[in-house]
């Protein structure tokens, strides 16, 4: 009733998740002495987002409901909170994390946001997806979504880096 659609609905709800998820990190880094390694803010970024059902599932329909019935001003307003919040919170893992540069913080949280949406419906396949769940024949498409994305984001970083030295 409050809503002119379905997809608003999903945005708020995508929205209140997210905002959940920023105010957990940067709660974590306040904890922080400063010094995190790659290796142990990309466990943290993992088990943070891993551990929240609901806005993994969220980050892997968000592209198929913001291309649907969503007004575009509704779209705009959304991304600019996000934008807003994540720089925030970039600033905080730059801060907190060894070698992590300016501008960075931002980019990580958006390819942690990435790699989710994407890996998120292997880890927990539905439907007629979930038929090779327990078949050994086809463990090969098993993906623990926490330990993928831990592994994703050190690589991630490790480019970095790489593309530091080389530049």
Same mark, same amino acid.
């Given at each position: 009733m409050y809503f002119r659609s379905k997809e608003e609905l999903f945005l708020r709800l995508l929205r209140e998740e997210l905002a959940d998820w920023y105010s957990a990190l940067e709660a974590e880094l306040d904890l922080a002495d400063g010094s995190l390694s790659r290796s @142990? !803010?990309?466990?943290?970024?993992?088990? /943070? !987002? /891993?551990?929240?059902?609901?806005?993994t599932r969220f980050l892997s329909l968000e /592209?198929?409901? *913001? @291309? +649907?019935? *969503?007004?575009?001003?509704?779209? &705009?307003? &959304? +991304?600019?909170?996000?934008?807003?919040?994540?720089?925030?919170?970039?600033? !905080?893992?730059? /801060?907190?994390?060894?070698?992590?540069?300016e501008g960075e913080g931002v980019r990580l949280l958006h390819r942690v946001q990435l790699l989710t949406a994407a890996l998120r419906p292997a880890a927990d396949p539905r439907g007629a997806a979930s038929y090779e769940v327990g078949d050994p024949d &086809?463990?090969? &498409?098993? !993906?623990n979504l926490e330990k993928e994305l831990e592994s994703l984001i050190q690589a991630v970083l490790q480019s970095w880096v790489e593309n530091r030295e080389e530049g």
């Open positions: @142990e !803010i990309a466990a943290l970024l993992a088990t /943070s !987002i /891993s551990g929240r059902p609901e806005l /592209s198929v409901v *913001l @291309e +649907q019935n *969503l007004d575009a001003m509704e779209a &705009f307003h &959304f +991304q600019h909170w996000r934008r807003d919040r994540m720089v925030a919170v970039g600033k !905080i893992l730059e /801060s907190e994390v060894d070698g992590l540069e &086809f463990a090969v &498409f098993a !993906i």
